[in-house]
């Protein structure tokens, strides 16, 4: 039994068992996939996968009690590689974060700019992505962080912790009717076409839950993951915008009126998410309590480490 093999059942089941994506994400031959599949079946005396011809349709029962443990070798063989690390070059490596466009464009910059000055020598590298894709990169081991208001906070692979809390805003073109109201209500913007996030984004839900509790049914005409999106849509005078109230600001968005919305809709929390047993450098620690102050690098430390209930 080799490391290899074991790379190569957790690209099979990652991939949806196509042996031609796992070689390409493994950068080897397809020939070779199959061998070291047929080799470790060989040495465990039992079948992995479930087959038909030369088609892998799944696991089998042996190899779905296999796949964890394999999780946790291969998990583990990255631990020794950054802890090596961390000892041998303490502030220097690299910092991979997955975050939410919202994030990374109006919660990220000064964090990362602190972060920045102290450490100048961690390459620090940002992925924008969707709430469900940053849970995936999390579990996948392809990111160190992973932060989101959506799809990670009650996962029982992950461990979050509160980044910060923020709400929705209304925006509008500047002499909208809405503008003049004394109050705003919710019967009052259902009265407009409305464009707002893509369901599964940025508090989307809690939009929706309003409208709902109110017994209203607005007319999205249009969503978008992007609040500069929302932004230019609305300036073009398609609707009016629902959107998270730190991505207005009166200088950048000459044209356009915020209307405070406070009570509306729900208070949203973004969370910031970490792979229980991932190792996390020292940098990383201290990229959590830049973003979170309240919050102790032991604290993260013993959280990433607790065993689940079931362990």
Known sequence: MNFQQLRILRATVRNNFNLTEVANALFTAQSGVSKHIKDLEDELGVEIFVRRGKRLLGLTEPGKELLP???????DTANIKRLGEQFAQRDEGRLIIAA????????????????????????????????????????????????????????????????????????????????????LTLEALAEYPIITYHEGYTGRARIDEAFAAAGLA??????????DVIKSYVELGLGVGILAAMAFHPARDAGLRLIPSNGLFAINTTRIALRRGHYLRNFALRFITFCAPTVTEEQVKEAVFAKTPDA
């Open 218 to 227: 607005p007319d999205i005409v249009m969503s978008a993951v992007d609040a």
């Open 69 to 75: 443990i394999v999780e946790r070798i291969l998990l």
């Open 100 to 183: 939410t466009h919202t994030q990374a464009r109006y919660a990220l910059p000064p964090v990362v700019t602190r972060f920045k000055q102290e450490l100048p020598k961690v390459h620090l590298e940002l992925r924008q992505c969707g709430p469900k894709e940053v849970a995936a990169l999390l579990r996948a081991g392809e990111v160190d962080i992973g932060l989101s208001t959506e799809a990670v906070g009650e996962e029982e692979d992950l461990v979050s912790f509160p980044y910060y809390q923020w709400h929705h805003a209304v925006i509008v073109p500047d002499g909208h009717p809405l503008a003049a109201l004394d109050r």
